[in-house]
């Protein structure tokens, strides 16, 4: 059968208009339209034990409810390991016999399970990974630059000391990529100031009843001690471990939970001049995860690791984020599928991250 030019022309019309609306403006920026109404977003989560991971499950439950009803996507799963790199490879294996379509992963170690991530990849399953990294190359990173964390921290305690005094370090999890990376950035950046002396250093697993549990068992063999450096949810159990003590409260950098900033602005009441600031990963960004692995389905080009901007508070905001902060709650913003890819094309480019949005009341 012979097909007129004039079709054949108007086909490839067609099926190019209809490409470059899958992916948004002709260019390959903006939100990637392609029909993603039919696939399964899962998540496995390595940890679900402290405040900042169990406000990330309800952010990531918030954005896929809302991507459910908007009929964005047919469904989604979230399956919780207990810190427990091989349970959350067994996980991971059943959501691949069931079929999902992307599989969103915070890792319990940054190497333990490339091997079903890869057999993931191999069954052309989207795979992404985000806040505990897995280094498996098949996989999109959603990531924060926590050396870059760790690099912050040093430098506010080398200022702040004038070059010289002892600090406390309290760590995360063990075998983490997070935690490596934090402590990576304190330890090189320390080196650079021989006169600041880490005097003693323990794991907090980002809990504060840990991090006070912890702290407390090894002060009595610490000298004075002036400055704590921290990774968020453990500000203020350290804090009481001190107090408990009797020992004098030390510059404690806070990790943005709402019991962490209420107590720096206690401490301020009482001491105008507590110096200090507040820096952590935003639980919201499980929302940025799962809108990346969407987003990948409906045909966007995405860049291997897409980095997000690190809220960091300062004395100045800490009273406007408060009033928006329930009990409980760690600062964070909403994301929108449409900052998300915002992000993904400032990443692909290579310019400036777009600002985090606003966080306002009920966002927590």
């Not at 001491?271 to 940025?288: E, I, K, L, N, R």
């Not at 966007?300 to 980095?307: C, R």
Request: aromatic share 6%; proline share 6%.
């Amino acid at each position: 059968m012979r097909i007129a030019p004039g079709t054949l022309l108007a086909t490839a019309l067609g099926l190019a208009i209809i490409s470059a609306a899958s992916v948004g403006h002709a260019d390959g920026t903006g939100v990637a339209t392609g029909d993603t109404s039919g696939k399964k977003i899962a998540l496995s989560n390595s940890y679900a034990g402290n405040s900042w991971r169990q406000q990330m499950l309800k952010t990531w439950d918030r954005a896929t409810a809302d991507a459910i009803k908007d009929k964005v996507i047919k469904a989604a799963k979230v399956v919780n390991a207990n810190a427990s790199a091989p349970e959350q490879a067994n996980h991971i294996e059943s959501l691949i016999v069931e079929g999902w379509d992307a599989i969103v992963i915070n890792a319990a170690s940054p190497t333990a399970l490339n091997g079903v991530i890869q057999e993931a990849c191999d069954q052309h399953i989207v795979v992404v990974v985000f806040d505990g990294l897995a280094t498996a190359p098949c996989a999109y990173k959603v990531a924060y630059d926590y050396t870059a964390m760790g690099k912050m921290e040093a430098d506010f305690a080398i200022k702040k000391l004038g070059g010289k005094g002892n600090v406390l370090e309290v760590r995360g999890i063990a075998g983490v990529s997070v935690d490596d990376d934090i402590h990576k950035g304190l330890v090189d950046t320390f080196a650079t100031a021989p006169g600041i002396k880490v005097v003693g250093s323990v794991y907090g697993n980002w809990t504060q009843t840990i991090a006070q549990k912890e702290v407390a068992s090894v002060l009595p063999s610490l000298p004075p001690v002036n400055m704590v450096v921290t990774q968020g949810g453990d500000g203020w159990g350290t804090f009481q471990a001190f107090k408990a003590a009797g020992r004098p409260t030390p510059t404690i950098v806070f990790g943005n939970r709402q019991d962490e900033l209420k107590l720096w602005s206690d401490l301020l009441k009482a001491d105008p001049g507590y110096d200090t600031f507040s820096a952590s990963s935003a639980p919201g960004c499980a929302s940025v995860a799962f809108w990346v692995a969407q987003q990948v389905l409906a045909g966007k080009k995405v860049p291997n690791t897409i980095y997000l901007p690190l809220p960091r508070i300062e004395q100045a905001d800490l009273e406007s984020w408060l009033k928006v902060m329930p009990d409980g709650a760690v600062a964070t913003p909403v994301y929108s599928q449409a900052w998300t890819a915002d992000l993904i094309d400032a990443n692909a480019a290579g310019k400036p991250l777009p600002p985090s949005p606003v966080a306002k009341l009920g966002d927590m």
